[in-house]
Nanobody, 128 residues
Framework: QLQLVESGGGLVQPGGSLRLSCAASGFNLGYYTISWFRQAPGKEREGVSSVSPTDRTYYADSVKGRFTISSDKAKNTVYLQMNSLQPGDTALYYC??????????????????????WGQGTQVTVSS
């Protein structure tokens, strides 16, 4: 059974860092696009970053230069390193993967409707 489990969230001061992990089971993430989304209260779910099966990476404009996505295929885990965190980054962070293997092209990585499997989420709160 395909499963995604996020971890690593927490409370951090502005300017701080966190590393989120997305552990995959039931499939080999080396063949799949894995993406991070976030959702703040009262807001729509938005795409944060994505990594393709060939390790091509994508980022939302709001996190470029601050967040880095990476994939450890040996551990079947995707990471999101978040630096220079701001209060606006406060949200519930999810990882997700589409139903089928292969890449997503253009900006389609950021559309939640393209994803069939989601983790339970991990809360990130940036506050002093």
């Amino acid at each position: 059974q395909l499963q995604l489990v996020e971890s690593g969230g927490g409370l951090v001061q502005p300017g701080g860092s966190l590393r989120l992990s997305c552990a995959a089971s039931g499939f080999n993430l080396g063949y799949y696009t894995i993406s991070w989304f976030r959702q703040a209260p009262g807001k729509e779910r938005e795409g944060v970053s994505s990594v393709s099966p060939t390790d091509r990476t994508y980022y939302a404009d709001s996190v470029k230069g601050r967040f880095t996505i990476s994939s450890d295929k040996a551990k079947n885990t995707v990471y999101l390193q978040m630096n220079s965190l701001q209060p606006g980054d406060t949200a519930l962070y999810y990882c997700a993967t589409p139903r089928g293997s292969g890449p997503l092209y253009g900006n389609t990585w950021s559309y939640p409707s393209n994803y069939a499997y989601w983790g339970q989420g991990t809360q990130v709160t940036v506050s002093s």
